[in-house]
């Protein structure tokens, strides 16, 4: 069965970095990956995406210039990086994948993971 194992979550202070990692089973290589958040209150919101290739990348304007995204071809886990933290980035960070990398940007990825929390304190 399909998996997406999410793990680097936690709690940090403002201005500073948090990497997030996302370990795919049972996925093809080539399927697209991009990372969402949620806070309570707040519909899911769309962070970053890479595509399968790694070649393609987009990010919401809310991270553009803090987070980068990258996916490592020997085992394909895909890592968000996020620097220069701040409070409104708190929330529930979840992986999903499409073989579509449009499907991933648009919010409607066919696989996702379970969620990692992130705390930004100020």
């Known amino acids: 069965q399909a998996q997406l194992i999410e793990s680097g979550g936690g709690l940090v202070q403002a201005g500073n970095s948090l990497k997030l990692s996302c370990a795919p089973y049972?996925?093809?290589?080539?399927?697209?990956m991009g990372w969402f958040r949620r806070t309570p209150g707040k519909d899911r919101e769309f962070v970053a995406a890479?595509?399968?290739?790694?070649?393609?990348?987009d990010f919401a304007d809310s991270v553009k210039g803090r987070f980068t995204i990258s996916r490592d071809h020997a085992d394909y886990t895909v890592y968000l990086q996020m620097n220069s933290l701040k409070p409104e980035d708190t929330a529930v960070y979840y992986c999903?994948?499409?073989?579509?990398?449009?499907?991933?940007?648009?919010?409607?990825?066919?696989?996702w993971g379970q969620g990692t929390q992130v705390t930004v304190s100020s």
């Open positions: 999903a994948a499409d073989r579509d990398f449009e499907a991933v940007v648009r919010g409607t990825p066919i696989i």
């Open positions: 049972v996925i093809p290589s080539s399927y697209a």
């Open positions: 890479i595509s399968g290739s790694g070649d393609r990348t």
